[in-house]
């Protein structure tokens, strides 16, 4: 890595002829953001705070599609913004539930402009017992280029805004009737603690969240609103791959747990793995780590570690990965490496993984192995849009496929 701040490329090609203007929808913005779309209907600035407030209730907490359906604003205020705006959500263009429960959305954000068609993306919920986690993406791709990691395969890479991370919130939370009153759904297995189904969150999808700092705080505002959406700031952890200068804003500003994504005790290997590391070595992270904003040993720091097989996963490494936490409140999480087509690694044998556990097991950590879930339907968290993927490889396949037929046909025209 040469610099921190990475190159963004608007995604995919601009369609031919320019999508019609769509109508912005508030679904999403932050207080200020809907403060601001009342004043362009003409709101007085001294009625804004308690128009938005109203507002921001209905939307948030009550999840309401129409403004039709918010009961304390007059007729004529919810006329004036229905004329503008919209409450629109991302499109579902596809959804699938797992064996396990775990459910996988591909969503199809609302166009930001008349150039933009709105962008792809995945979003998982893992429900577990005693909670439900979703998987958020922070961009769409990553410039970075962890070997381990599909996403960081992908050209295509642009930051999603905030309203765009709190849209995938509530479109798993219309998709599970998980606003009150809804209707919920019958398939699949969901947490019976008779609380939300989604309780946490984690920014584990696609993306590094540190370099798109801005929007992922105006999200975790939104998010952890107590009159909307009510996540608690304890149950959402943002993981990154290391980016050590954002580490401290990052707490200072959203009180968020932080996730490491280490999986190297060692610093050539991780520069391979994760070569960001170059940039910010083992010792500079742990560092951050130590002085990371609220740390104690009610709020841990999760390490992430992917288990290659005969790449980072010997006794020695469990030994070492002990040594180097010692003294920072840790939890360490243990993932079974998740291969995709055309990877160079493959998963640590189970026994091998277990022997790796029992050691950090036995310095004083819980270590989950995360069990892998939604296997059926590709949907672990690290490891989004794969399918889509190779669908979008086949469909272009196909297209260049017309395309030279096209070429042929015109060709021959031409002879004629
Ligand atoms: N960019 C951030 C957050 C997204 S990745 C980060 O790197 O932390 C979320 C987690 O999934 C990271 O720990 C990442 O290393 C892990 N991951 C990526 N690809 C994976 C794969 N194929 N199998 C298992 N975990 C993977
Ligand atoms: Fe990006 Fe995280 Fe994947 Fe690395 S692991 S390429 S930082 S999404």
């Given amino acids: 890595m040469t610099s921190p701040a990475p190159l963004l490329q608007?995604?995919?090609?601009?369609?031919?002829?320019?999508?019609?203007?769509?109508?912005?929808?508030?679904?999403?913005?932050?207080?200020?953001?809907?403060?601001?779309?009342?004043?362009?209907?003409?709101?007085?600035?001294?009625?804004?705070?308690?128009r938005t407030g109203q507002i921001w209730n209905w939307v948030y907490h009550h999840g309401v599609r129409d403004f039709a359906e918010i009961r304390n604003?007059?007729?004529?205020?919810?006329?004036?913004?229905?004329?503008?705006?919209?409450?629109?959500?991302?499109?579902?263009?596809?959804?699938?539930?797992?064996?396990?429960?775990?459910?996988?959305?591909?969503?199809?954000?609302?166009?930001?402009?008349?150039?933009?068609?709105?962008?792809?993306?995945?979003?998982?919920?893992?429900?577990?017992t005693d909670r439900g986690?979703?998987?958020?993406?922070?961009?769409?791709?990553?410039?970075?280029?962890?070997?381990?990691?599909?996403?960081?395969?992908?050209r295509l890479v642009r930051n999603l805004t905030s309203e765009e991370i709190v849209l995938q919130l509530m479109a798993a939370r219309d998709q599970?009737?998980?606003?009150?009153?809804?209707?919920?759904?019958?398939?699949?297995?969901?947490?019976?603690?008779?609380?939300?189904?989604?309780?946490?969150?984690?920014?584990?999808?696609m993306g590094e969240p540190l370099y798109n700092l801005d929007a992922v705080a105006d999200a975790i505002d939104t998010l952890a609103d107590g009159d909307g959406l009510s996540l608690g700031r304890r149950r959402i952890t943002v993981s990154t791959s290391g980016v050590v200068p954002d580490i401290a804003p990052l707490g200072a500003r959203t009180n968020a747990m932080l996730a490491i994504s280490l999986h190297a005790v060692r610093d050539d290997l991780r520069n391979e793995l994760v070569p960001l590391n170059r940039k910010y070595p083992i010792a500079a992270l742990l560092d951050?780590?130590?002085?990371?904003?609220?740390?104690?040993?009610?709020?841990?720091?999760?390490?992430?570690?992917?288990?290659?097989?005969?790449?980072?996963?010997?006794?020695?490494?469990?030994?070492?990965?002990?040594?180097?936490?010692k003294g920072i409140p840790a939890k360490i999480n243990l993932i079974p490496f998740n291969p995709w087509p055309g990877t160079r690694y493959s998963c640590s044998d189970w026994d091998r993984i277990e022997r790796f556990s029992d050691i950090v097991f036995r310095a004083g950590y819980a270590?989950?192995?995360?069990?892998?879930?939604?296997?059926?339907?590709?949907?672990?968290?690290?490891?989004?849009?794969?399918?889509?993927?190779?669908?979008?490889?086949?469909?272009?396949?196909?297209l260049d496929e017309a395309d030279a037929a096209m070429a042929g046909q015109s060709g021959q025209t031409v002879a004629h």
């Fill in 10 to 50: 608007t995604v995919a090609e601009p369609p031919a002829a320019p999508l019609a203007a769509a109508k912005p929808s508030l679904a999403g913005r932050t207080r200020a953001g809907i403060a601001a779309a009342l004043g362009e209907i003409g709101v007085p600035l001294k009625e804004q705070r308690m």
């Fill in 73 to 128: 604003v007059g007729k004529d205020l919810k006329s004036a913004l229905e004329e503008r705006f919209t409450l629109d959500r991302p499109q579902v263009t596809a959804a699938q539930v797992s064996q396990d429960g775990t459910r996988k959305w591909l969503l199809r954000m609302p166009s930001t402009g008349p150039r933009d068609k709105g962008a792809e993306i995945e979003c998982v919920y893992i429900p577990e």
């Fill in 133 to 154: 986690t979703l998987c958020v993406s922070s961009q769409v791709g990553c410039t970075l280029t962890c070997t381990f990691c599909h996403t960081g395969t992908q």
């Fill in 176 to 205: 599970l009737g998980d606003f009150p009153g809804r209707e919920r759904p019958t398939d699949g297995f969901l947490p019976a603690d008779g609380s939300r189904f989604v309780s946490n969150i984690v920014f584990m999808g």
């Fill in 288 to 325: 951050a780590c130590r002085s990371y904003p609220g740390l104690s040993n009610a709020r841990r720091i999760t390490f992430e570690y992917v288990m290659l097989k005969g790449v980072n996963d010997t006794d020695a490494d469990a030994r070492e990965l002990v040594r180097l936490l």
């Fill in 367 to 398: 270590s989950p192995v995360r069990t892998p879930r939604g296997r059926d339907i590709l949907a672990a968290c690290g490891q989004l849009k794969s399918e889509t993927e190779k669908l979008g490889a086949r469909a272009r396949m196909l």
